[in-house]
């Protein structure tokens, strides 16, 4: 039953087992072995698997229609959606526009921003800023707004004047600056970066709040929050959150922007926000940067399969469930529990270096020496050989080597914002069984 096909590939070859069939947070294969899904995919599945409201009306619709072309018919599941989205945001963000995925997502945001530029007589600012490390997607211009090296090498040359500045990573400076003035040094950095490139030619800051797959749930200082949006503001830049996956209610907040009352001028959504039932993502904006767009013609931009009402309706479900299941506050709670217990196990096993994360955006780090975060040797292969053990004992967890200045293997611990007590008990007990499995 495991094996690799001889006509799909994907990035590598990769022999799993065929998928069953989900429920709840546990995913089946065929042979009925039973798995958690504790990084809810590639935290994607916030709300479970095979949850009855988002199958009923997904079903429903597909009895109605599954795709009508949105230049061609309204539909009530894109305008419900859009308005459930408008209203679980923070207020200015009132405007929305659907695409299928995370990269698509970033790259309409920065297609938007770009649009605005040149409607309000800005054009010629076009640079946007991004972080490294960051992840925001493979398409050519989310990758290259990617502060990944590995992931961009393979392509370069790639856009030109693209820059990035550095991420105030948990390496950098912690030992002789306090958390505040951290964060305040990595902020300017954003301001010099503005400076050095020329303030009239800069369009937008794009970053992750809470970093994903690139530093394994990495949060900075408050003060970089505040002081970066106000750099943005200082300088006529629009600030874009990259909320892919710290969007939807993964990070105890619907976005994770509210933990500092940041509102972004633009975020992009995925991942949680169609959760694994559609591929869904959308952007949202404040209709001050959306109204001049289109009252100077229109947003030249648009993906076929954008706002058609099958996902759009799996989307709506999704919000709903989030809303009315508490879930939100489930993730924030869980969060805080399952945070104490992989706290915990930094007494046991030295090599574990650092936790962290917001609600259920949680992860931990594994390193040579806690005191330097010396990282692991490359040639260990933690990051791959742990996840294996714990594949084997039926936890599923996501991990990451960053490479090319930043270096750590990350482990994601993110179980679907369903999750309960027992349940993480479950999620732990496997856990420290592939730690010391690993530590053997
Ligand atoms: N941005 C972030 C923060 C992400 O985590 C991801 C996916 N890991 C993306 C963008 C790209 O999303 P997708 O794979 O759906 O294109």
New binding site residues.
């Given amino acids: 039953m495991t094996g690799d096909s001889p006509y799909l590939f994907y990035q590598s070859r990769n022999p799993r087992p065929y998928l069953d069939r989900g429920e709840g947070i546990y995913l089946y294969d065929e042979s009925g072995k039973r798995y958690i899904d504790g990084s809810s995919g590639?935290?994607v599945s916030n709300i479970g698997h095979s949850n009855p409201r988002v199958l009923a009306k997904m079903k429903a619709q597909m009895d109605k229609a599954t795709f009508g072309y949105r230049l061609h018919f309204r539909t009530h599941p894109s305008e419900d959606l859009a308005a459930k989205t408008v209203s679980m945001c923070p207020q200015g963000l009132d405007r929305v526009f659907f695409v299928s995925?995370?990269?698509?997502?970033?790259e309409s945001a920065v297609k938007l921003a770009r649009q605005y530029a040149v409607a309000t007589g800005q054009g010629t600012r076009y640079r946007v800023i991004s972080r490294f490390p960051s992840?925001?997607?493979?398409?050519f211009g989310?990758l290259d707004l990617t502060g990944y090296e590995p992931l961009r090498a393979p392509f370069a040359p790639m856009m030109e004047g693209m820059p990035k500045i550095t991420a105030p990573t948990t390496y950098l400076d912690r030992d002789t600056l306090t958390e505040e003035e951290r964060g305040f040094r990595y902020a300017e950095l954003l301001r010099e970066q503005i400076e050095e490139a020329g303030p009239e030619t800069v369009l937008a800051f794009l970053m992750?709040p809470v970093g994903?797959?690139s530093t394994g749930a990495l949060v900075a200082p408050d003060s970089y929050y505040q002081r970066t949006r106000e750099i943005c503001e200082e300088y006529g830049v629009l600030l874009i959150y990259?909320e892919?996956?710290t969007g939807a209610g993964r990070t105890g907040k619907f976005l994770a922007a509210e933990h500092w009352g940041i509102t972004p001028d633009i975020v992009?959504l995925?991942?949680g926000f169609g959760a694994g039932y559609a591929p869904l993502?959308a952007i949202v904006a404040s209709s001050r940067i959306v109204e001049p767009v289109l009252d100077a013609g229109g947003f030249q931009h648009g993906f076929t399969y954008a706002g058609n009402p099958l996902a759009c309706s799996a989307g709506l479900a999704v919000l709903e469930e989030l809303e009315e299941q508490n879930l939100i506050e489930n993730a924030a709670r869980m969060g805080d529990v399952l945070k104490a217990r992989l706290e915990g196990l930094m007494s046991r096993y030295q090599f574990i270096g650092d936790v962290r994360g917001k609600g259920l955006l949680l992860a931990f780090e594994l390193v040579a020496d806690r005191s330097t975060m010396e990282p692991l040797p490359r040639e260990l292969n933690a990051y791959t050989r742990l996840v294996e053990i714990a594949y084997e004992q039926g936890l599923i967890i996501y991990s990451r080597r960053t490479r090319g200045g930043y270096e750590g293997d990350h482990f994601l611990i993110c179980p679907p914002l369903i999750v309960t007590k027992a349940q993480i008990e479950e999620i732990m007990n496997l856990l420290e069984a592939s730690l010391s499995r690993f530590a053997d």
């Fill in positions: 590639a935290m995925g995370g990269s698509e997502a970033v992840y925001h997607g493979c398409t989310a992750e994903g797959a990259d892919v996956m992009a995925s991942k993502g």
